[in-house]
């Protein structure tokens, strides 16, 4: 069964720093361009980052740019998001998702549970 | 970066049908696709591309593109398609991902 996992999520500081990991399992992790989505409590969707099978294709929200560093670990069949300076506006539900990707159109079609982080002092 | 535009709300009789958009200006160049959310679960994609249904979606959810806007269309709404519904489609850049902010459908 394809499944993704989140976890590493939790309570930190403002200015402070966390790491989230997402791990899949059942499909081809490194066939795929994977994301990360957040969500903060009672609102929509906010996409994050993008990396792709390798590491030319890595792409941020303004949001997060120059704060949260996407990487990922085919070997491990992991992918991880480093976030840093974390701000309030950073508590969300975390989510990483595979993208079915095509040069006209993205379908993240999978999704793990997602993982809590608040920041908050 | 782009926004994608959605109405914060709409309702649908049992059966009926409803149309959602999602308002943009990279729909020239990008295709949306859709996703529905639960409370308390994680998105789900229900359209994507030209108009592509993963496996296990009902086909009584399409879509359609016309100039800046996207819509999905439920025809036949059941109690069960009660949900959040967002867009995505990429930003200028055609790189950067954009949801659109979501539409919550009631099913009366």
């Known amino acids: 069964e394809e499944e993704l996992v989140e976890s590493g999520g939790g309570l930190v500081k403002p200015g402070g720093s966390l790491r989230l990991s997402c791990a899949a399992s059942g499909f081809s992790f490194s066939a795929y361009i994977m994301n990360w989505v957040r969500q903060a409590p009672g609102k929509g969707l906010e996409w994050v980052a993008s990396f792709g099978s390798s590491g030319s294709y890595i792409y941020y929200a303004d949001s997060v740019k120059g704060r949260f560093t996407v990487s990922r670990d085919n070997a491990k069949n992991s992918l991880y998001l480093q976030m840093s300076s974390l701000r309030v506006d950073d508590t969300a539900i975390y989510y990483c998702?595979?993208?079915?990707?095509?040069?006209?159109?993205?379908?993240?079609?999978?999704w793990g549970q997602g993982t809590m982080v608040t920041v908050s002092s | 970066s782009s926004e994608l535009t959605q109405d914060p709300a709409v309702s649908v009789a049992l059966g009926q049908t409803i149309r959602i958009t999602c308002q943009g200006d990279n729909f020239r160049n990008y295709y949306a696709s859709w996703y529905q959310q639960r409370p308390g679960q994680a998105p789900l994609l229900v359209l994507y591309?030209?108009?592509n249904r993963p496996s296990g979606i009902p086909d009584r959810f399409s879509g359609s593109n016309s100039g800046n806007t996207a819509s999905l269309t439920i025809t036949g709404a059941q109690a069960e398609d009660e949900a959040d519904y967002y867009c995505n489609s990429r930003g200028s850049s055609g790189h950067h991902r954009v949801f659109g902010t979501g539409t919550k459908v009631t099913v009366l």
């Open positions: 998702a595979r993208d079915l990707y095509s040069p006209s159109w993205d379908a993240f079609d999978l």
């Open positions: 591309g030209k108009n």
